[in-house]
Structures are given as C-alpha cells and as structure tokens.
C-alpha cells in the first residue's frame, strides 16, 4: 500500500470511488452526490486550491481524500477535507486514517495551519479533529449537524478564532453539502 497525489489520469477512478462507496453506505442518491461533488472538485478546482491524495494497494485505488482551501478574511492558510473513501472491501483496515495523516503531514510541510472537516466526530477524532463551535470558526453555510464541525491546527497549538466570512472552492459552494 503506498499513497501519493492523485493525477489527471486518477479522476475517473476516484469518482467511481466515492460514487459507489457513498451508494453501498448511504443510499444511491448519497452515491450521486458526492461523486457529482468529487468530479466537480477534481475538473473545477484550482490546483493550488486541492489536494487529493490516493491510496494505491496492487495498483487499485483503495481509498481517497480532497483537501479544499476555505479562505478566512484573516488570511490563514486553512483547507477542509472532505469527502473521504475508502472502498468497501478494504474499510476497517487503518486505510482512512493512515491517508488522512499522510494528506495533513503533506498540508504541514506545505505550510497550512489549519484543517477543517465535516463530519463524524468519533472517526475524525482519531487523526486529531476536535470538535469546533461555529462562533469560533464559521463555516460558509449554516450547518445542519453542527456537532460534525471539527478542526486542527497543524502548528500544533489550538485553533485560534477566525474572524470575518469563510468562502470555500465552487465546488463544494452548495448548502446541500452543509
């Protein structure tokens, strides 16, 4: 298993990734979603503005992360992760968590200070997400689960409040996303 980013050649399967894990977990409308999310994303996004990393095991993608910026009127070097996949056959391995500290060590060393991510608090509080309130760190929409709001900073103090609006990538600029 080794993990790297993804390239124009990968989109294709990373779509079909997220597409079917998101169908077999949460329903074929969930599925279309979130590939539709990761296709616009991948086709849409500048790429100085994601990441998306890959988890290759016998030249399969097995898993997937997309690390967006969200732009703070501070100015702080901050990106949300979402989505994340890992196929179905190879869940509960470490895979997810093993290719979400790779993708953070890559944003440290390219000087992000803060990641962001939305989701369930007990998975992401394994690779060091805590939760967030939302007077702390606004997210662009209001949220409908504000208790999947979490964050980390990757200087390794505590997240200190951002001021002003948050704006994020086009693709994931949608209230059905939030």
Request: hydrophobic letters at 35%.
């Amino acid at each position: 298993m080794h993990f790297r980013r993804h390239t124009q050649n990968d989109s294709q399967a990373i779509v079909s990734l997220f597409t079917s894990v998101f169908a077999k977990s949460e329903g074929e409308a969930e599925g279309t979603l979130v590939g539709q999310l990761t296709k616009d994303l991948l086709e849409k996004t500048d790429e100085h503005d994601l990441y998306c990393f890959i988890a290759v095991d016998n030249e399969q993608i097995v898993g997937s992360i997309c690390f967006s910026r969200l732009d703070f009127e501070n100015g702080i070097e901050s990106f949300i992760l979402a989505p994340v996949a890992v196929h179905s056959d190879h869940q509960g391995k470490g895979i997810g968590q093993a290719l979400i500290n790779h993708g953070l060590s890559e944003l440290k060393n390219r000087g992000v200070s803060i990641v962001l991510t939305y989701g369930d608090p007990g998975f992401y509080s394994k690779v060091g997400f805590q939760s967030i309130s939302h007077e702390t760190v606004k997210a662009p929409f209001t949220l409908s689960r504000p208790e999947g709001w979490l964050g980390q900073s990757l200087l390794g103090g505590s997240i200190e409040t951002l001021s002003g609006k948050c704006t994020c990538v086009a693709a994931l600029n949608d209230l059905k996303y939030w």
